[in-house]
């Protein structure tokens, strides 16, 4: 079956600490790989995507993910976090086979001043 | 602003109450999507329009769910006999061109609570 896991419920950095938000993804297609950020009572902003050729991608927000075949991970990455970076972030899949995303459950960021 | 729009933003009825949400895409993308967000979940996918074409739906749309598109433009979901299993944040999103790997831009959801 599909699926996407987010193994952290929970996340708690310091501010200008470095992150890496972990997802591992199950799927039998060649995958479209997604991350998402959501604050609260809002929609879902695109952070950055991969489909093919290098593995480590940039996004916005100084965010960058690497895909990692042989560990179906696609974590997510920055190097310095800012207060304004607390937020719930998501991982999804997709393919070519179906338009959909399939979504993990999310990891919540909280920034310690 | 030309992104995604729901409306409304929030939802309070009754159990057993009919509701209808709006979601206009962003103007240039053939493609709309549904999806239901519960708390402390990620968004489940619920159905999908290519144009004014629905072309894949979740089990969990129920036969009380039912989605439109028409003309390929804005799009309803409305919920008949609501229940309280229905509450949730609604979302729409939308993209353009063809295959999977086309980003989806989402709307800010409509929030429904069910008394």
């Known amino acids: 079956a599909q699926s996407v896991t987010q193994p952290d419920i929970h996340i708690t950095v310091s501010e200008g600490a470095s992150l890496e938000l972990r997802c591992n993804y199950s799927?039998?297609?060649?995958?479209?790989l997604f991350w998402y950020v959501q604050s609260p009572g809002q929609g879902l902003q695109l952070l950055l995507k991969y489909f093919s050729g290098d593995t480590l991608v940039q996004g916005i927000k100084g965010f960058e993910a690497e895909f990692k075949r042989s560990q179906s991970s696609f974590n997510l990455r920055k190097p310095s976090v800012h207060w304004s970076d607390a937020a719930e972030y998501f991982c999804a899949v997709g393919s070519d086979s179906s338009y959909k995303l399939i979504f993990g459950s999310g990891t919540r960021l909280l920034v310690r001043p | 602003d030309t992104g995604v729009s729901q409306n409304p933003r929030h939802k309070i009825t009754k159990r057993g109450q009919n509701v209808t949400f709006r979601c206009d895409p962003i103007s240039e993308h053939n493609r709309l999507y549904w999806y239901r967000q519960t708390l402390g979940q990620g968004p489940e996918f619920l159905t999908y329009f290519q144009n004014e074409a629905q072309l894949e739906k979740s089990r969990l749309l129920s036969d009380r769910f039912s989605a439109e598109r028409p003309k390929g433009s804005f799009s309803t979901l409305e919920i008949q006999r609501t229940e309280q299993g229905d509450s949730a944040m609604y979302l729409c999103?939308?993209?353009?061109?063809?295959?999977?790997?086309?980003?989806?831009?989402f709307g800010d959801g409509t929030r429904l609570s069910i008394l």
């Open positions: 999103a939308s993209s353009s061109g063809q295959g999977g790997n086309q980003p989806q831009h």
């Open positions: 799927y039998g297609a060649t995958p479209y």
